[in-house]
């Protein structure tokens, strides 16, 4: 599987502040994806983050709130805009596994916003 | 959007027991996956699962994709204290990698 690093791993924001978090994978991946999970809930996508172009929002998630960059293969950023409370979760990027119908996922990052 | 309902919520055991939790979905999936995640970490895939009625093992855990294409379960056998941690079933439609998560499993494991 691939090596997934994400930066920062942790931080405490304060709100109407933004805070981007960074996901280097160790291989190429064709898929990332951006997840987020608020405190003792599951998991759910924001966003596909597609090589040179534009994200894919689901459902609930708007590109203003939730700007995503993908430069290359092998790394992608989330910013988390204009923060309130309500954003504080853990954020997690994923990627394709080499079968591709796998996902693997980084450690998150842990954000409060006071 | 597609749903995931996982049971149960939660699970206290002895250790050495063996543990059963399931997934099921109003939609078809084409692949099922579990994962566990430890306080702090993102969640680690334990088993894939990618036709209907497969069974699968992977050391003491067992999965099997539902024949409907709409359930999963996985079982641990003889659980030990390390088994701690939530559990979570996840499908996948169509794009690899883009997942529909249920609400997870939280196993506690008493010595």
């Known amino acids: 599987s691939a090596v997934i690093s994400q930066k920062p791993s942790r931080d405490i924001c304060q709100r109407g502040t933004s805070l981007t978090i960074q996901c280097q994978v160790d291989?190429?991946?064709?898929?990332m994806f951006w997840y987020r999970q608020q405190p003792g809930q599951s998991l759910t996508l924001i966003a596909t983050a597609n090589q040179g172009s534009e994200a894919t929002y689901e459902s609930g998630f708007v590109i203003d709130k939730f700007p995503i960059s993908r430069p290359n293969l092998t790394f992608s950023t989330l910013t988390v805009s204009n923060m309130s409370p309500e954003d504080s979760s853990i954020y997690l990027c994923?990627?394709?596994?080499?079968?591709?119908?796998?996902?693997?996922f980084g450690q998150g990052t842990r954000l409060t916003v006071v | 959007g597609q749903q995931l309902n996982q049971s149960p919520q939660s699970m206290f055991i002895q250790e050495g027991e063996d543990v059963s939790m399931n997934c099921t979905s109003s939609s078809i999936f084409n692949t099922w996956l579990w994962y566990k995640q430890d306080p702090g970490e993102g969640p680690v895939l334990l088993i894939a699962?990618?036709?209907?009625?497969e069974l699968t093992s992977n050391g003491r855990l067992t999965a099997q994709f539902g024949i409907t294409r709409k359930d999963s379960f996985l079982n641990i056998s003889a659980s030990i204290p390390s088994d701690v941690g939530i559990y979570f079933c996840?499908?996948?439609?169509?794009?690899?990698?883009?997942?529909?998560f249920g609400d997870g499993t939280t196993l506690t494991v008493k010595p």
């Open positions: 996840a499908g996948q439609e169509h794009n690899a990698g883009k997942s529909t």
């Open positions: 994923s990627v394709e596994g080499r079968a591709r119908t796998e996902a693997f």
């Open positions: 291989s190429q991946v064709t898929m």
């Open positions: 699962l990618y036709k209907a009625g």
